[in-house]
Nanobody, 126 residues
């Protein structure tokens, strides 16, 4: 499974950002997907997750209400839209795949993700 995230860059406070991830290899429509991030000096954390059908979604508290995760199984893509970004959202963002999802649920357990691709840097400036 290959994953490639894009859409990062410099974002202004009060703006919005949209990250996309293209997946190849395997059966994307059977994978639970997630967006992870790693800020400078911090551990990697998961911020959003979506089930393989898209029917179940989970958000980490710090982005809840500001972020929307979605997927298009026909295009093998997963997207993270975030409104009103904050300086603490500055991080390298990665998309990740849980290829062993045994049911249609959004997986918030970082350790259960099997693949993640190269990240994309998001810098939120004031």
């Amino acid at each position: 499974v290959q994953l490639q995230a894009c859409g990062g860059g410099m974002v202004q406070l009060g703006g919005s950002l949209r990250l996309s991830c293209a997946a190849s290899g395997g059966t994307f429509s059977r994978y639970a997907m997630g967006w992870l991030r790693q800020a400078p000096g911090k551990e990697r954390e998961i911020v959003a997750a979506i089930s393989y059908s898209g029917g179940s979604k989970w958000y980490e508290d710090s982005v809840k209400g500001r972020a929307t995760i979605s997927r298009d199984n026909a295009k093998n893509t997963v997207t993270l839209q975030m409104n009103s970004p904050k300086p603490e959202d500055t991080a390298v963002y990665y998309c990740a795949a849980d290829v062993d999802a045994w049911a249609d649920y959004s997986n918030e357990r970082l350790s259960e993700y099997d693949y993640w691709g190269k990240g994309t840097l998001v810098t939120v400036s004031s």
